[in-house]
């Protein structure tokens, strides 16, 4: 029966992002969700839950307004959550949500696996998992896309650049997941109803030991730019040659 951590972030939905004057991102009609891989890493974690009669406790650090997202995260099937919140939250670099959430866990939540998704939607670091597992002292496996509890290890099927690479490690371990691992489910009304009902921990800033300032700081955001050029070509002898001769003045070939 094993405690299984969800770790999850309330980002901005990216479908409301729109681009301003000059190349500038406009964030004043966002509305926000949590994390894609986020909703994988929670989808694991229940799926296991159903499969080995676990618990599942999801945990996420954020501004006072990311409170919908644990209400979301609990309507997919978690347990308990835990949030960590404070104003001065809204923005913090990998270095210190890894340091919040070790702290929280190792005081607050007993696990014996912790699923993170592989990264954010929105900074997409990579990072999260790889220093909670470090500030745990607990083995860390990544990119995993099919995973399976059996007693006291998992065994987790990881892509790697030209293949497959199948590894096992013992519990208490961390892994963060790909996409492909599962479809998450799409709460119904029945669902969102229970999760009113289901215990959420709120933990304060003021809580927590002193753990370090930014070191990062965003400046700003531009949207790129895209041409799209459409030309055709004839399949006649002379339209392969100036298909051939505009792919070599654009440098695709040589």
């Known amino acids: 029966m094993p405690n299984i951590v ?58 006072p307004e990311a409170s919908k997202g644990v209400k979301d995260a609990l309507s997919r099937g978690a347990d308990q959550a ?34 993170c998704g592989e990264g954010s939607s929105d900074q997409y670091a990579q990072q999260v998992g790889p220093r909670l597992a470090e500030i745990l002292k607990i083995p860390c ?25 199948i590894v096992e490690a013992p519990l208490p371990a961390l892994v963060t997941v790909l996409p492909d691992i599962n479809i998450p489910r799409i709460p119904g009304v029945k669902d969102t109803l229970m999760a009113s009902k289901k215990p959420v921990i709120t933990i304060k800033k003021e809580e927590l030991p002193p753990f370090g300032e930014a070191r990062l700081q965003t400046l700003g955001m531009t949207a790129t730019g895209m041409e799209r050029n459409c030309e055709k070509f004839d399949a006649t002898p002379e339209g392969i040659a100036r298909f051939v001769e505009t792919l070599q003045k654009k440098g695709v070939i040589k």
């Not at 919040?100 to 005081?107: A, D, M, Q, R």
């Not at 006291?152 to 293949?163: D, L, S, T």
Request: proline share 2%; aromatic share 10%.
């Open 6 to 63: 969800a770790c999850f972030k309330w980002v901005v939905d990216e479908a409301y992002i729109r681009k301003g004057a000059s190349g500038s991102l406009d964030f004043s009609t966002v509305d926000y969700k949590i994390s894609e891989y986020d909703r994988n890493a929670i989808e694991e974690s229940v799926k296991i839950k159903g499969a080995c009669s676990g618990n599942v406790a999801a945990v996420t650090i954020g501004a």
């Open 141 to 165: 496996i990544s990119y995993i896309q099919k995973l399976t509890v059996e007693g006291g290890k998992i065994v987790a099927e990881r892509r790697v650049e030209e293949g497959i690479e």
């Open 82 to 115: 835990f949030f960590v919140s404070d104003p001065s939250f809204k923005q913090l670099e990998s270095s210190q949500t890894a340091a919040i959430l070790g702290e929280v866990i190792k005081s607050r939540i007993p696990y014996d696996l912790i699923i």
